[in-house]
């Protein structure tokens, strides 16, 4: 059905501003983990151009020297930054000692580090996303030495 009026509506309110993740008590950290590595638009964005998303510090480099061809298109920008900053996660939790997704009550996934330091890395995402600063590799290196 085609309602003309609906689709300026979807244009102002239907944009993603974040990612929840809600458990059970059975749920395990390796199975969240699992989850939010998906980031199946953003690995087929980066497969697109030739770079292979391979959960390492090199990728977000790589990821950082992509042309930002999304930020002309206002519904995959939100989506994109969700990805960006599960994937900047994913790579946290893999190779920093000790890093492990964390689930906040409402839903958020933020990253800990065994400093107890939490990060927002989907927040960081959607800034990169959007304006490619700061970039992911910039934001590893300072939560790596952190």
Known sequence: MNIPFLGGWRKRHSTARGVAVFADGDDTHEGIAELLSECDLLRSQAAREGIRLDDSAASLEALDQLLPRWRDDEEV????????????????????????????????PVVR???????DVVASGHEWASSGVPELSQLYAEVAEA
């Open 77 to 108: 920008l939100p989506w994109l930054g969700n990805d960006a900053g599960l994937y900047l996660g994913t790579v946290i939790v893999r190779t920093v000692p000790g890093a492990q997704w964390e689930i906040w009550p409402n839903g958020q």
């Open 113 to 119: 580090l065994s400093s107890g330091r939490e990060f």
